[in-house]
């Protein structure tokens, strides 16, 4: 099998390069190469200082194009497949993250192209009798360690506000509303906490809390994430408008529609550059890449947690290898044409 490592890139909406991740670091290539003939595009680890020597040096076969590195029979990326690169994909399999839920056009972009996609985002797996997302987990986390920073620095520089209030003279601290108790919310949670903020995590028992609980919060974080599909609209406009004045919304899941009402994308090369929500008071930060500001922490995750996976379809085949690792079935959710995701099918 031939397998291509591609050079992301990804623009904001002033047309800026935002995305600086790889998807496999040279020293996990080292453990593919054995079984695979491993082609890398260009450039592709450059952003975080893997240059294509360091590939080569790894056990790469060669450093290729970016048009080139769409004809191997196995394509890995980090984001979204471009518009433009789904009529260069030739009836092979295309692997990353997708969220083909956010995107009518690019969905059907897809099913025309007659490529197969496996989707990092949707590959399940049970845990403590909950689902768990093996492959987003470590791009969950880092998103929430991410955005806690984020807040702690945003409740500085626009209120001259430290969130965790001083205890010492009865201060009050911010309060924080999570919805969500995946593994975004759940650090995000521990987070806030040992920062001091005063936290409520809300999941779908207890839905009936929320309006109460955003009611006077600085903080919103949406993370409700439902295999393959957008997420509800559960923190409404009305919500919001019930939070502190001035404070900051963050829809982590943003790239599969977002779960607050008005919520629109923003960029990591303007972290406290940010715009009111219309017809609220509070600010949005709504990058659809946050892990991509701690890019060779989150490169080097997200590689270590997709290479077995890779690894088995390399040994296998898509089609064994889905058989016999139902994970990696979840994945799938287009093939040939066809989509075959329960979570896509309902969009």
Known sequence: MII???????????????????????????KLSPIAEVWVESGAGEKIDFKNDNYLKAGAKKIVSHNEALTADLVLGVKETKLEDFGKLK????????????????????????ATFICFETMEIQKDGRPYFPCLAPMSEAAARILVRHADWFALLSKRTIGSGLSQTGLKNLRVTILGAGTVGRTAAGEFGNR????????????????????????????????GRSPEKLITKGLLKTMTTGGCVYPVDID???GIE??????????????????????????????????????????????????????????????????????????????????LLSC
Not at 95 to 111: D, G, I, K, P, V
Not at 211 to 220: G, H, R, Y
């Open 196 to 227: 001091g903020y005063e936290v409520h995590l809300i999941d779908r028992p207890n839905l009936k809390k929320l309006p109460s609980s955003i009611k006077d919060s600085f903080f919103a974080v949406s993370s409700m994430y439902t295999s």
């Open 262 to 343: 008005g919520a629109f994308q923003t960029s990591i090369l303007e972290p406290f550059d940010l715009k009111i929500i219309g017809g609220t008071e509070v600010y949005c930060f709504a990058p659809p890449n946050i892990p991509s500001l701690g890019a060779r922490t989150t490169s080097e995750a997200l590689g270590s947690a997709i290479l077995p996976y890779i690894i088995e379809i390399a040994n296998s085949g898509l089609e064994k290898a889905a058989e016999n690792n139902p994970t990696i079935k979840t994945g799938i959710n287009i093939i040939k044409g066809r989509i075959i995701h329960p979570g």
């Open 256 to 258: 599969q529609g977002g």
């Open 4 to 30: 291509s490592i591609l050079r992301e890139s990804k623009k904001d909406a002033l047309g800026r390069e935002v995305e600086n991740r790889v998807v496999l670091i040279p020293s996990l290539i080292t």
């Open 91 to 114: 009836g092979n399999i295309f692997m990353s993250y997708q969220h083909f839920a956010e995107s009518r056009e690019r969905t059907n972009s897809a099913l025309n192209s007659g």
